[in-house]
């Protein structure tokens, strides 16, 4: 059984509230080691909220959340620094700087490290386009010139660019079309699989939580409504969880998991 020392991301007891609104209240989770744990919920669910404490942007209102044993709270500032190097952010948009080129874009991590000579960056720039199956010859091209799905993998490539062990994904498919969502979730699943990553993902696109997913936390109810793998969260009766994975797209996402079907009073699958 995997304990509180597996946990990459510990968070307990964590409430938030924005004024009189409580977005999560008494919130626990443990995102283990080397997994892909998907984060899902509707809309005012609180989960990118939770995504912005997890990386230290926001604080919770009470609890604490701790980062390779860190606190993001009352951390010691220079070790919150050396950790947040640990970690890579891709944004939904890839949110790639307009003004400068893939290259560029790329390189400003290993820029900000303020140790690596100019061979170097770009010796670790051109693998970092390898790695994500981007072609070296569109390195000097600017954001504005590249398609969608160009924009995600540059964006995972400076997001790798420091070595992370810890990933963050923000709707890492959305806006692409499925063989372009599809070859995107199978890199992801690569690069995990290589490079030991654990990864946290916020999505809501059913086929993308499917392929590349170990754990699903479902956030509804300002707490963690369910927690296990697709087909154990796809089978607890929560009216969310039924709308969202039992409709008919959910239905063919789903198709091929044998999914345990819940006694007809079943309690809800918690997390703890």
Known sequence: MTGATDCIIEIRNLWTQFGLQVVHRDLNLCVHRGE??????????????????????????????????????????AELNRIRNRWGMLFQEGALFSALSVYE???????????LDDELIHDLVMLKLDMVGIERGHAAKMPS???????????????????????FL????????PDRSESFCTLIAHLKRELGLTVVMVTHDLDTIVSISDRVAVLADQKIAALGTVAEVAAVPHPFIVNFFQGERG??????????????DAPLRQAH
């Open 170 to 177: 923000d709707e890492p498919t959305a806006g692409l079309d």
């Open 145 to 167: 010139s590249l398609s969608g799905g160009m924009v995600k993998r540059i964006g995972l490539a400076r997001a790798l660019s420091l070595e992370p062990e810890l990933l």
């Open 36 to 77: 892909v744990l998907s984060l899902v919920g509707g809309s005012g669910s609180g989960k990118s909220t939770l995504l912005r404490e997890m990386l230290g942007l926001e604080h919770p209102t009470q609890g604490e959340v701790k980062v390779f044993g860190i606190s993001l709270r009352d951390g010691d500032p």
């Open 251 to 264: 239905k063919r996402a789903l198709e091929g998991l044998k999914l345990p079907q819940p006694a007809p």
């Open 105 to 115: 874009n790329i390189a400003l991590p290993l820029r900000e490290l303020k140790t």
